[in-house]
């Protein structure tokens, strides 16, 4: 069983719509989760990263972690074509030097 | 603006030459970090670094090897390239202090080996 489980998709939806991208994991020992986008041809960006369990807001995106059920979410409202990247989830310990990464989940926002 | 630069953006290589795949950042963060990036297997870490002339060896380490020399400087090497190292390198670092190690990538070195 792998570290991290992401549905590599594509996911396609309509400019506009509310889109949700989904993590589980199975370490317990994670503390930081993190999101990170990847366009094509381009290394992945930092998107939002929460620390422990909550959620939080950054204009558009919403990271939501539920440490109980070991999954992790990314909300897109109001998605536009510039959001069409590829999604990986990532995780770490506090302090640790390896961070696990999900396959990635792939988006197609259309107009 | 911080910046991670790896010294190729396509590669292609033959089977049994020997790659040096070069990643400069110049941010002074203390840890640097190799991966590779397959479809439907994500990204892979190869090595890392936490200190000059420190290495690591991450999940599959086997027909590679890396260098740093520099604190800036981290370089990947495949002894004795195979058909199935063929994939997208990515490089990557971060601050030592960093509690989540928020990792800034470079765009990454397409290799194809023949």
């Known amino acids: 069983q792998k570290e991290v489980e992401q549905d590599p998709g594509p996911l396609s939806v309509p400019e506009g719509a509310i889109v949700s991208l989904n993590c589980t994991y199975s370490?317990?020992?994670?503390?930081?989760f993190m999101w990170y986008r990847q366009y094509s041809r381009k290394g992945p960006e930092l998107l939002m990263y929460?620390?422990?369990?909550g959620n939080k807001e950054d204009g558009r995106f919403t990271a939501q972690v539920d440490k109980s059920s070991k999954y992790i979410s990314l909300f897109i409202r109001d998605s536009q074509p510039s959001d069409s990247a590829t999604y990986l989830c990532?995780?770490?310990?506090?302090?640790?030097?390896?961070?696990?990464f999900g396959a990635g989940t792939r988006l197609f926002v259309k107009a | 603006d911080v910046k991670v630069t790896q010294s190729s953006r396509y590669l292609v290589k033959r089977t049994g030459e020997k790659v040096f795949l070069e990643c400069v950042q110049d941010?002074?963060?203390?840890?640097m970090f190799w991966y590779r990036q397959d479809p439907g297997l994500g990204l892979r870490l190869i090595y890392f670094?936490?200190?000059?002339?420190?290495?690591e060896k991450g999940d599959i380490p086997e027909g590679y090897s890396v260098s740093r020399e520099k604190k800036e400087r981290f370089s990947l090497i495949l002894e004795s390239a195979s058909t199935n190292q063929t994939s997208m390198y990515l490089c990557?670092?971060?601050?030592?202090?960093?509690?989540?190690?928020?990792?800034?990538f470079g765009p990454g070195t397409r290799l194809t080996v023949l």
């Open positions: 990557a670092s971060s601050l030592r202090t960093s509690g989540s190690n928020e990792q800034f």
């Open positions: 370490n317990s020992a994670f503390q930081y």
């Open positions: 929460t620390y422990s369990s």
């Open positions: 990532a995780m770490t310990r506090t302090g640790g030097f390896k961070t696990i």
């Open positions: 941010m002074d963060h203390e840890n």
């Open positions: 670094s936490y200190d000059v002339k420190m290495k």
